[in-house]
């Protein structure tokens, strides 16, 4: 089947991150630095060509932006400043967007005013939501047991509903990456007991980020994997513990020293990333696209305001911590109904799925001794 070049494809990109494409004329430095280029995936020197060409399907079937963990190493070692690794970043933001069915992501990405305007409206509607039940059936003195403005029993429910349509948009877009990635693709075909044997490395390259502990440098895979495994915490004790979390003013020592380890762990790493990203002390903090620091500033806010809330009910400022409580799920909700399947937070799902994809399709190719040649330099080819 002819493939059709999309002549505004850089232009595209731009929107989502890239910059300096053009200037790439191909030496293959970057692909020969980057640690985790290999016999199958060459990258970020192949994905570079897609986008010059303008080959839209080409990139979209592409697994490699997933398999780059923007360690900055290519940036630095490219002769012509053409910013691989930003390139690179900008290509899974721009993919973020083509898994999603919705048009959501996309618009998001191109658009920070539309990501605000969102994360307001929803945010507003949340605060309104929560203080007319509040008034409507509880007494804004009283924070948990009976009588409470917020019971811990009516929010529970409503984060297993949120976690329900979370799961089902995600899982859509998942499936979608799949098809674009893997199940489209005659060329490559999966045995059905692949899947299954390797489906392993789904989680766990999701609980230890494995792949990222192998760049260079450690620290960031180190930032990451702290704030991911903080999150997760916070989100398992809120799932699964909501009850004890919100009693009080007693501590209960079981459950909220998890708490406090996840919110020291959020806090010091979303303030480490900011400071980072305002001081560009790291490659891959060189650049911020919009949607970087909303996604962190939301955290932060998220997280402050929950560390608020619990003081100021051990503290028996009942009335402050209603109000400090609706504060923090007007952060909540946007954070969880638009970043998680529409922005930043949706690589915590793709990026391990685009593990398991890529090692299903290296073993085929592998065995098929399907695998391309790795680029030569410059200087090899002269
Ligand atoms: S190092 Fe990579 S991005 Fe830079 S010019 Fe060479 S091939 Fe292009
Ligand atoms: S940023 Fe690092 S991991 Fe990503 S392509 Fe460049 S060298 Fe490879």
């Known amino acids: 089947m002819a493939i059709r070049a999309n ?41 570079m060509r897609y986008l010059q060409l303008g080959l839209s399907s080409r990139l979209q079937g592409n697994l490699e932006p997933w398999l780059c963990y923007y360690c900055g190493e290519c940036s630095e070692e490219c002769p012509r400043g053409a910013e691989p690794g930003e390139t690179m970043m900008s290509m899974r933001r721009w993919l973020t967007a083509r898994y999603d069915f919705t048009g959501i992501s996309g ?11 969102a994360i307001a409206l929803v945010a507003i509607l949340t ?23 917020l019971p811990a029993e009516n929010i529970h429910i409503f984060d297993w509903i949120m976690a329900g349509v979370l ?27 692949d899947y299954l044997k390797q489906f392993f ?14 760049c260079d440098r450690k620290q960031p895979w180190a930032v990451h994997l702290v704030l991911m495994l903080s999150y997760l915490t916070m989100l398992i004790l809120i799932m699964f513990f909501l009850h004890r979390v919100q009693h009080g003013p007693d ?52 997280s402050l305001t929950g560390i608020a809330q619990h003081v100021l009910h051990r503290g028996g400022w009942e009335v402050a911590a209603n109000i400090v409580y609706i504060a923090h799920m007007m952060g909540v909700v946007p954070m969880l109904v638009l970043e998680v399947p529409f922005s930043k937070w949706s690589h915590m799902a793709y ?32």
Request: overall charge positive; aromatic content about 14%; proline content about 5%.
């Open 251 to 302: 501590i209960d020592w079981k459950v909220h020293a998890f708490g406090y380890v996840a919110a020291v762990g959020l806090v010091g790493t979303t303030i480490f990333a900011l400071a980072g990203r305002v001081r560009k002390t790291w490659t891959h903090y060189k650049h911020s696209h919009e949607t970087d620091w909303i996604f962190l500033v939301l955290l932060l806010v998220v």
């Open 107 to 117: 618009l998001f990405y191109r658009s920070a005013k539309a990501e605000l305007l």
């Open 167 to 193: 799961v089902v948009l995600l899982g859509i877009n998942c499936v979608r990456m799949w098809w674009y990635t893997v199940g489209s693709d005659k060329e490559v075909r999966i045995p059905p007991g």
């Open 7 to 47: 002549p505004h494809l850089i232009d595209e990109l731009e929107k989502y991150g890239a910059q300096d494409v053009v200037k790439c004329y191909h030496c293959g430095n970057c692909s020969a630095t980057c640690p985790f280029s290999g016999e199958v995936f060459v990258f970020p020197r192949k994905s």
């Open 201 to 214: 490395l789904v989680p766990w390259h999701f609980f230890t980020q494995r792949r990222y502990s192998q």
């Open 351 to 382: 990026r391990p799925l685009a593990m398991y994809f890529s090692t299903l399709r290296e073993k085929v190719l592998l065995a098929e001794e399907k695998t391309e040649p790795r680029p030569q330099s410059a200087a090899q080819t002269a």
């Open 127 to 149: 605060g309104l939501g929560l203080t007319l039940f509040g008034l409507a059936q509880g007494n804004i003195n009283v924070y948990d047991g009976p009588g409470a403005f």
